[in-house]
Every structure is written in C-alpha cells, then in structure tokens.
C-alpha cells in the first residue's frame, strides 16, 4: 500500500520536470542538479523505494517547494506549470493503455543507458535521444503539451531537447503517481494535503 508520503514525492517530480521545461522555455537556464535528479528517474525501473527513483528525498526538493507553493493555503500559482501537469498526467493515463508505445519507450531508454558508461548524464547526446524518445511516443498523443516561452529560448535545439527529456521524466513521474494510486482529483481536491505533505518532507531536508 503506498503512502501519502509516496505520492507527494512522485507528485513532486511531475512538478519539478513541468516547472524546468517552462525555465528553459522562458530563460534558457535550468538548475542542473533537479535536472539531473529528474533525468536519473527515466533510468530507475526497478527502484526499491520512490525516494531512490530521484537518488533521494533531494533530488525532488524543488518539486517539494513547488507543491507547497503552488497547492498550499498562500499560493503563488503558476497557472502554465499547473497546466503541463495535469496535461503530463493525463498523457501519462493515455500511455497506460498503449502497450506498443510503453516498449517503444523502454527500448529508447534502455539503449540511451548503454550510453552513460560514456558520456555523462546530462550530456547532449544523451538528452537528444532521450528527447527523441519523447517526440517518437508521447509527441503522437493527443492533446499535445505545446509549451509556451521566448522564441529565442525555442529556437536553439538543445534547449527543445532539454525541454523533452525533461517532459519525459515528467511521464515517468506520473506514471510512478498512478502507481501510488494517485489521481488527477486528488490534484485538485487534495491540494491542502498534499501541500502539508510536502512542507513535512521539506521539514526532513
């Protein structure tokens, strides 16, 4: 049975891989650590707690605070991130039903991660196969996440492959939530909660 304590931080890293692909889309700059962090998800299948999938309670820590703010009693709502969330997780349900898709996307990933032994984790050429991935599978569901920014951010290709990679931790994310049997009313009916969750598990770190 999984906790409220599992789905906040899988809830987490949904919002933390939304709020990076709206900062690259509107700066151009990302924290490398939370993007490390979310990228490590999409290579941690078989993780023995929620926690470990992000290398740690850390790794989600942005997330943490981005519920806390976003869900919680003095919000500061950013209205574009909340929207790629709920869109992450209804591609995410979409997915579910896909079984083609789902191994198209395991292979991706398994291929891309015969390739960490040589380059590093955030290397472009890892991001630009993993957001490969994403433009091949989840890119083809509809209704597609068009995220918003500079045009000038949106222009340069490591950044559109930066903002993929990152979307596709975002379904990894939402994924491990729907197996925390989180749903997408608990988003938004639960919100108080969850916001109290989050401000306990900050509270640890």
Known sequence: ????????????????AANMAAQIAEQGIVDTQ?????IHSLFKIDADSVDNVYGGLQGVES?????QQQLGEKRTDNV????????????????SKNRPMQQQI???IRSAEG??????????????QLADIYAHTISTLKPRIMVK???????????VNRIRALLLAGIRSAMLWRQCDGGRWQVILGRKKMAEQA??????L
Do not use: W
């Open 1 to 16: 049975m999984k906790s409220d304590r599992d789905r906040c931080i899988a809830l987490a890293g949904v919002f933390q």
């Open 106 to 108: 395991q292979e991706g």
């Open 115 to 128: 390739r960490i032994t040589h380059f590093h984790l955030l290397h472009t050429n890892i991001i630009a």
């Open 199 to 204: 401000r306990r598990l900050l509270h640890i």
């Open 80 to 95: 574009l991130v909340t929207q790629y969330v709920i869109a992450l997780l209804h591609l995410e349900r979409k997915l």
């Open 149 to 159: 920014g500079e045009p000038l951010h949106l222009q340069n290709p490591d950044n």
């Open 34 to 38: 939370s993007m490390e962090a979310s």
């Open 63 to 67: 997330g943490l605070r981005l519920i």
